[in-house]
T-cell receptor
Framework: AQSVTQLGSHVSVSEGALVLLRCNYS??????LFWYVQYPNQGLQLLLK??????LVKGINGFEAEFKKSETSFHLTKPSAHMSDAAEYFC???????????FGTGTRLLVSP | ETGVTQSPTHLIKTRGQQVTLRCSSQ?????VSWYQQALGQGPQFIFQ???????GRGNFPPRFSGLQFPNYSSELNVNALELDDSALYLC??????????????FGPGTRLTVL
């Protein structure tokens, strides 16, 4: 079955520092992979997705992620954190039927001045 | 163009009661997926509706049921509420029968508390 592991339930960075949120997946078929952001009391917003095209995917708000099949990873990065990036981030993988999303448990990003 | 809306925003029920949550999909979208997000967890897929028919179901008991209407809005019904049903319920609309290459747009959710 498909699954996602997000390492670190909380990540703290200083404003202007590199953001790195880790995601490893398990999939029996070549997956689609997604990163979503959730701000307090709001739904999920898609940051970026990988659907078997270019392995380096650029998303909104300066985020990007690289699909590494050999490492079964899809880590999310941003060169310079901004206070407004503080939120919960979820990595998700497609199920075998490419119909539903299987989410990780999330990583809360804290940004300090 | 309006986004995905959900009602109510918050709801408090007691064990054994029944609840109906509502979702209005984004204009032009024919597919609605429902997710349950327990506190501190990622969302879990409940089921999906495409053109008024159930189009896939997650690992949830039959007391979780749904409907999709001709205007593609949707309802999630939960019978015989249990304490563990307390969660944020999210709906997401998309175009194309649930193909994940099409972006799913999420609503803000309904926070259900079962006492």
């Amino acid at each position: 079955a498909q699954s996602v592991t997000q390492l670190g339930s909380h990540v703290s960075v200083s404003e202007g520092a590199l953001v790195l949120l880790r995601c490893n997946y398990s999939s029996s078929v070549p997956p689609y992979l997604f990163w979503y952001v959730q701000y307090p009391n709001q739904g999920l917003q898609l940051l970026l997705k990988y659907t078997s095209a270019a392995t380096l995917v650029k998303g909104i708000n300066g985020f990007e992620a690289e699909f590494k099949k050999s490492e079964t990873s899809f880590h999310l990065t941003k060169p310079s954190a901004h206070m407004s990036d503080a939120a919960e981030y979820f990595c998700a993988v497609s199920d075998e039927g490419f119909q539903k999303l299987v989410f990780g448990t999330g990583t809360r990003l804290l940004v300090s001045p | 163009e309006t986004g995905v809306t959900q009602s109510p925003t918050h709801l408090i029920k007691t064990r054994g009661q029944q609840v109906t949550l509502r979702c209005s999909s984004q204009s032009g979208h024919n597919t609605v997926s429902w997710y349950q997000q327990a506190l501190g967890q990622g969302p879990q897929f409940i089921f999906q509706y495409y053109r008024e028919e159930e189009n896939g179901r997650g690992n949830f008991p039959p007391r979780f049921s749904g409907l999709q209407f001709p205007n593609y809005s949707s309802e999630l019904n939960v019978n015989a509420l249990e304490l563990d049903d307390s969660a944020l319920y999210l709906c997401a609309s998309s175009l194309g029968g649930g193909d994940l290459r099409d972006e799913q747009f999420f609503g803000p959710g309904t926070r259900l508390t079962v006492l």
